[in-house]
């Protein structure tokens, strides 16, 4: 489970996340009612994660492997390589998944870094392919999967992908 206000991990016990200190609200049908939604839900997703799969989501998993391999050659590009790792896991099946935002100072820093290097512009080309894939009805639910990535690229560190 993952604090609504900040995005860290809390155990399940917890009425209070210990990094941010803001009261845990959960109640048996908070917990109980997402599981049965993912239940419904999963077969829709399978299908959309296959037809993304065919129509492009696997060559573009296998480009941000490649860069993320590419990036871990130096001891410096580590942290850089593993974000790649990580667009290319959320490249390969979008559909069912969600990302949860959080981080401490050092991230925000690196996460500005990210942004000048490269994030600004994969950013606009994720958010102009979603706007361009919301065109027609049937494109809606890919291009609202390309915004979830141009958002993903402005601030990638700290950022935890989580399943739906």
Excluded: H, R
């Excluded at 296959?50 to 942290?79: D, H, M, Q, R």
């Amino acid at each position: 489970m993952y604090c609504k206000n900040c995005g860290a991990e809390i155990e399940n016990n917890l009425k209070f996340c210990s990094k941010c200190g803001k009261q845990i609200n959960v109640t048996v049908t908070d917990v109980n009612e997402p599981i049965q939604e993912m239940k419904k839900n999963k077969p829709i997703n399978v299908f959309m994660n296959v037809i993304w799969a065919i129509l492009g989501g696997l060559i573009n998993a296998l480009g941000w492997l490649l860069i993320g391999a590419l990036w871990c050659i130096t001891i410096i590009g580590i942290p850089i390589g593993k974000q790649c790792f990580k667009f290319a896991k959320l490249t390969l099946a979008p559909f069912g998944k969600d990302i949860v935002y959080g981080g401490n100072t050092a991230k925000v820093i690196v996460n500005i870094i990210w942004l000048i290097l490269t994030g600004l512009w994969s950013a606009i080309a994720y958010a102009v392919t979603g706007l361009a894939l919301c065109i027609t009805i049937v494109g809606i639910p890919f291009g609202l999967q390309y915004f979830k990535f141009a958002k993903l690229m402005l601030m990638p560190f700290g950022a935890k992908i989580t399943d739906k």
